[in-house]
């Protein structure tokens, strides 16, 4: 119980840190939030999935099964002339 309370308000706060760093005002609601987390984290975001909607004023959750569906790294040389 102690542990999915924590993986809730960890969610919560890493949401809104995102929406700080993006200037999206909480009023502003969003589409969705893709999470990644271990299988007992899922469990809890699965649990608390109204709660999470509800705090970060979201629609939908979608439960990523790879770190790939979230993040894309993009490597570009650097340029220089001589």
Same mark, same amino acid.
């Given at each position: ?8 308000? /960890?969610? =919560?706060?890493?949401?809104? /840190? &995102?929406?700080?760093? &993006? ?7 969003? #589409? #969705?939030? #893709?999470?990644? &987390?271990?299988?007992?984290?899922v469990d809890s975001v699965l649990n608390n999935k109204e709660q999470i909607l509800e705090e970060l004023n979201i629609k939908t959750v979608t439960i990523c099964k /790879?770190?790939?569906?979230? =993040?894309? *790294? ?5 340029? *220089? #002339? &001589?």
């Open positions: 119980m102690i542990n999915e309370i924590d993986t809730l308000i /960890s969610i =919560v706060k890493m949401g809104r /840190s &995102a929406r700080n760093k &993006a200037n999206i005002k909480i009023r502003q609601p969003l #589409s #969705s939030i #893709s999470i990644y &987390a271990d299988s007992m984290s /790879s770190r790939d569906d979230i =993040v894309m *790294f993009n490597i570009k040389p650097n340029s *220089f #002339s &001589a």
